[in-house]
């Protein structure tokens, strides 16, 4: 496992599906210059998904492969597929910055924060049910994959005051605004504050 340097840090992103934490980390992340660790799954791909940015989509016999060579670091099961994080490429992306971001479900989250410590910080992103339910559909989920995923909405909900810092996102400007402030004080980048 890789071990972090004092001034590196890990920005987690968690909350229930459908919130928008892939969309928030992503824009905060890039006003930040942090780099994104993308996890490894062995579900197909949604229509609006690119291998290698939204996920690492591979087959289970490579997952396996991986696994028993213990690259993963943390590995979880949601809807009966599996996913991934591999410490070869947390490693990489420090590399290149000294801050990095995943989006995990509670149980990477979770994984993570014991792993690393106070390295790690959880940020919680959650929406009314209602919305999250609209936004699955408008990126093309099923009826039977929204009901499985509201289903799981209470259980999602009460992670959050595991978390360092709660953001409802229902307006994306104003979430993302918010939230990078809230980060550049980890990162003491001094941004502007305009306003």
Known sequence: ????????????????HG?????????????????????????????TEVDGQDY?????????????DNEFIEVSTVNDHLYGIKSADIEQMFQQSGSIYL????????TLKELYGEHVVQIFIYAQPELLAQRMRES???????????SYYEE???????????????????????????LDQY?????????
Not at 1 to 16: D, I, N, Q, S
Not at 56 to 68: D, L, N, V
Not at 103 to 110: E, P, S, Y
Not at 187 to 195: E, P, Q, T
């Open 1 to 16: 496992m890789y071990a972090l340097k004092e001034r590196e840090m890990v920005f987690v992103f968690t909350g229930p």
């Open 19 to 47: 919130a928008g934490r892939k969309t928030v980390a992503e824009m905060s992340g890039s006003t930040l210059g942090m780099k994104q660790v993308i996890s490894y799954t062995t579900r197909p791909p949604r229509a």
């Open 56 to 68: 690492h989509f591979i087959s289970p016999a490579q997952f396996a492969a991986s696994k028993e």
């Open 103 to 110: 989006i995990l479900n509670r149980f990477g989250a979770r």
């Open 140 to 150: 093309g989920d099923s009826e039977e994959i929204i009901a499985k995923y509201i």
């Open 156 to 182: 999602e909900m009460a992670y959050r005051d595991h978390c360092a810092h709660v953001f409802e996102n229902v307006d994306l400007a104003h979430t993302v605004f918010d939230l990078t402030k809230t």
């Open 187 to 195: 990162l003491n980048r001094n941004l502007l504050d305009l306003d």
